[in-house]
């Protein structure tokens, strides 16, 4: 809904394209950080073998890839709804009367870029209201869930003798 804010309109009209593909860059960036510290999805290694060294590289690669894929699909899917909700809802004309200056349909891209970086950050930190367990459900498969659900259990027997 911050597609219809005239303080959006504002900031979304001052801001450059190379702003908002820095804003673009820095959304998604921040929403796979947040999700792997809040997860606790990066993988640390078993021992200090090299081969489990390299099997953690691994595993926080394909996370990092994973996550980042996700992270850019859903946001590309936001930039598209916000475009086509502003495109059906708003009037250049209108906006750019309220706010004084030209305003068109190009504005509208920007608005639509500006709001899906901001909307992502949001869910980016929305998803800390979500269980670790939800969000390794998310990230990982059932087959990797059973791994180091087995990893989990031998570290704790370990633990105890």
Known sequence: MATINSTVWLLAASLSPWRLAVAMVASLALVVIWLVVDGELWDRPDDDSEE??????????????????G?????AVLFVVNLVWALF??????????????????E???????????????????????????????????????RRRRLAEDRSS????
């Open 89 to 106: 809802v708003l009037d250049p004309a209108v906006m750019g009367g309220y706010l004084r200056t030209s305003f068109g349909q190009g």
């Open 158 to 161: 370990q633990a105890r003798t």
């Open 52 to 69: 489990a060294r390299d099997r953690s590289r691994l595993y926080n690669l394909s996370t990092v890839l994973t996550l980042s894929a």
């Open 108 to 146: 509208l891209l920007l608005l639509a870029w500006f709001v899906a970086s901001a909307a992502t950050v949001g869910g980016g930190l929305g998803s800390g209201l979500e269980s670790d367990e939800a969000i390794r459900a998310a990230a990982y498969s059932k087959r990797e869930e059973e």
């Open 71 to 75: 992270a850019l699909i859903c946001y």
